[in-house]
């Protein structure tokens, strides 16, 4: 089945401890970006990358990383997570950079 | 910097009503419009991709307009459905430097009740 997941789908943490949100798309996209949904907010756009190796920042890059070393994963890496940072996390692919985007389930994030 | 609004920011209608769901853009420099689904505590759903040289595009009782020289969109729901309930929103697609960046409204919010 044509997907993107998103692990793990919960996550309460503590402020400073270092974590890792895996992405994975099984559709050889080119594209995968990375999302976050706060209430009132809506849906800001933190790093993308068209391609493998190839990445840039979205509205909100700020206490994220990105890398993309191969084309089915896109991790997002928290360094020093804070309390601002708890949100609702998505994970999104689509076949360019112009095409029609999947997304993933979701990982919701709580920095205690 | 590109902003997408969306109104009514929530709508509740009796079953078997046609709706129309607004979403406005301030830079029409855009590659294309994409609508999407949201269920509570789910991701999203793709419904429609517009083209920027597209005017419509349609999608069973779902019909999606751009109107790129003027920023808006509609999302048409013809004879809604209880199931229809969720959030709809919308995501523009930017041009040239800004062609990996999605700008999202916030989305309307719609209950259709039995």
């Known amino acids: 089945e044509a997907q993107v997941t998103q692990n793990p789908r919960y996550l309460i943490t503590v402020t400073g401890k270092k974590l890792t949100v895996t992405c994975s798309q099984n559709?050889?996209?080119?594209?995968m970006s990375w999302y976050r949904q706060d209430p009132g907010l809506g849906l800001r756009q933190i790093y993308y990358?068209?391609?493998?190796?190839?990445?840039d920042k979205g509205d909100v890059p700020e206490g994220y990383k990105v890398s993309r070393k191969e084309k089915r994963n896109f991790p997002l890496i928290l360094e020093s997570p804070s309390p601002n940072q708890t949100s609702l996390y998505f994970c999104?692919?689509?076949?360019?950079?112009?095409?029609?985007?999947?997304f993933g389930p979701g990982t919701r994030l709580t920095v205690l | 910097k590109q902003e997408v609004t969306q109104i009514p920011a929530a709508l509740s209608v009796p079953e078997g009503e046609n709706l129309v769901l607004n979403c406005s853009f301030t830079?029409?420099?855009?590659?294309?419009l994409q609508w999407f689904r949201q269920d509570p505590g789910k991701g999203l759903t793709s419904l429609l991709l517009?083209?920027?040289?597209?005017r419509e595009q349609t999608s069973g009782r779902l019909n999606a307009s751009l109107d790129k020289s003027s920023g808006r969109s509609t999302l048409y729901i013809a004879a809604s459905q209880p199931g229809d309930s969720a959030t709809y929103l919308c995501?523009?697609?930017?041009?040239?430097?800004?062609?990996?960046?999605?700008?999202f409204g916030r989305g309307t919010q719609l209950t259709v009740w039995p």
């Open positions: 517009i083209q920027s040289s597209q």
């Open positions: 995501a523009v697609r930017g041009r040239g430097s800004t062609l990996g960046r999605l700008y």
């Open positions: 559709m050889n996209h080119e594209y």
């Open positions: 830079d029409s420099a855009i590659y294309n």
């Open positions: 990358s068209m391609n493998v190796e190839v990445t």
């Open positions: 999104a692919s689509s076949l360019s950079g112009t095409g029609e985007q999947f």
